[in-house]
């Protein structure tokens, strides 16, 4: 661990030109997770003999171009062949040989001992949305990334682009530790320059937060409980030293936790489109991401006050500009495109 103003210029400097020769050489995640054994009926077979049709020469050739693709997923019939996006090869994959692509239910993954319902699914972020919401944030260099639910590791690979002093994930799955380590390791060797980052197994609800300055990221991770243990831990941070702390929740189902806190408030929310190559590898084509910060005195930006609107209970939240979250004064609407 390192505390705040234990990186001097001369380090920030130096991360600051790793995070830029690191995103020089970017090249920009997907592969199934094992499924249990179980009887198989007609309509499985039958639907699983129509998607290996269409993933097969030549048909795949038409039916997973990028245009045709984006055309017919939507339509009646064609989830069969292309799913919800999340289980097909990311293109983040394909271009590092990495393997964060896929989606496990929540029935294969573990539950925290703290939490008050199921375990969440795992689902890989888009890579351009986690970008464009690091931009959001002042400078880096100062700060370390903190992935709670890291699964397989694409967002720390990701946040590793930029010049954080470390960036850690934390995630409760043994086997998605794993994977996790193994993706690190891969795009280690091919980019060695960007940010370094690590990963531990461990309870989000009660992983002790570093010294120094945070940046916090959560993408849907958990429930109601654990999210509010986390609130808990943030607030015990910022009130053991002076430093600076940002949340950026992706898809923030539980944001009302992180609004009702006295220690947080808001910086920034936008609705942010996936990039144009990321479009049908996931459910949606666009994503909300609000942003909290605390012990910073930093404006919030244009935007920042939209009301979150739970539109499928612990699965997704919308960004409702128009609405104006309690307590913040009203602003202009806040959508950006990836």
């Known amino acids: 661990m390192r505390t705040r103003r234990s990186s001097s210029r001369t380090f920030g400097s130096a991360a600051r030109h790793r995070a830029s020769t690191c995103r020089r050489s970017i090249v920009h ?58 289980g097909l090869t990311h293109p983040f994959d394909t271009l590092n040989g990495t393997e964060t692509s896929g989606y496990i239910p929540p029935e294969q993954l573990p539950n925290s001992p703290f939490s008050d319902s199921r375990s969440h699914v795992y689902a890989g972020s888009q890579p351009s949305i986690v970008r464009a919401a690091l931009r959001e ?135 942010i489109s996936y990039a144009a190559d990321e479009s049908g590898f996931g459910p949606d084509d666009a994503d909300p991401v609000v942003i909290w910060q605390g012990g910073s005195t930093l404006a919030c930006k244009a935007g920042a006050d939209a009301a979150i609107r739970v539109t499928m209970p612990g699965i997704r939240a919308e960004l409702d500009p128009r609405v104006f979250s309690a307590g913040m004064r009203p602003s202009s609407e806040g959508r950006i495109v990836g």
């Open 29 to 86: 995640c997907h592969a199934a997770y094992p499924k249990p054994l179980r009887a198989v009926s007609l309509k499985d077979s039958i639907v699983s003999g129509m998607r290996s049709v269409g993933r097969r020469p030549p048909f795949s050739l038409l039916l997973f171009h990028p245009d045709v693709r984006r055309s017919l997923q939507l339509l009646p019939g064609f989830d069969v062949i292309y799913g919800n996006g999340w």
């Open 137 to 271: 944030l002042p400078p880096l260099s100062n700060f370390t990334f903190i992935d709670l639910g890291a699964g397989k590791g694409r967002t720390l690979i990701v946040a590793s682009e930029f010049p954080f002093q470390e960036v850690v994930g934390v995630e409760l799955s043994s086997p998605l530790v794993a994977m996790a380590q193994k993706n690190l390791t891969t795009f280690r060797r091919q980019h060695p320059n960007c940010a370094p980052a690590r990963i531990e197994n461990g309870d989000a609800a009660v992983f002790p937060l570093p010294a120094g300055d945070l940046v916090i990221f959560l993408y849907n991770p958990f429930g109601e409980a654990v999210m509010r243990m986390v609130v808990t831990n943030m607030e015990v941070a910022l009130r053991a030293e002076r430093r600076r702390l940002f949340v950026v929740y992706y898809n923030p189902v539980y944001g009302a936790s992180l609004d009702a806190s006295p220690w947080l408030r808001r910086y920034y929310a936008g609705t």
